[in-house]
Nanobody, 124 residues
Framework: QVQLVESGGGLVQAGGSLRLSCAAS????????MGWYRQTPGKQRELVAV???????NYADSVRGRFTISRDNAKNTVDLQMNSLKPEDTAVYYC??????????????????WGQGTQVTVSS
């Protein structure tokens, strides 16, 4: 199996910055896209940012220009630099990795793996 471990959450004032990190370990197979999602109570988990193996990134409209996602393929890590934080960014942030495993001579369909989540709280 694959384990994703996040770090870097915490409490920050509006306008401040935080950096989230996520490291993948275990039976990694081929890690394809990696990303960050967030969730607040009573709401569905939403995409924040995703990055491909080649480095192409996509962002939610609400964070574009403020957040930057990056990854290190050699270390199997993905980071999220969050600047100009707003109270509405408060949520539990989850790291996601999509992994393909090589079985019986071919790569199988991707499987989603998730971290345990890290709390980000932005005070006004």
């Amino acid at each position: 199996q694959v384990q994703l471990v996040e770090s870097g959450g915490g409490l920050v004032q509006a306008g401040g910055s935080l950096r989230l990190s996520c490291a993948a370990s275990g039976r990694l197979g081929r890690i394809n896209a990696m990303g960050w999602y967030r969730q607040t109570p009573g709401k569905q988990r939403e995409l924040v940012a995703v990055i491909t193996t080649g480095g192409s990134a996509n962002y939610a409209d609400s964070v574009r220009g403020r957040f930057t996602i990056s990854r290190d393929n050699a270390k199997n890590t993905v980071d999220l630099q969050m600047n100009s934080l707003k109270p509405e960014d408060t949520a539990v942030y989850y790291c996601n990795g999509r992994v393909s495993f090589y079985l019986a001579g071919q790569y199988r369909p991707e499987v989603d793996f998730w971290g345990q989540g890290t709390q980000v709280t932005v005070s006004s």
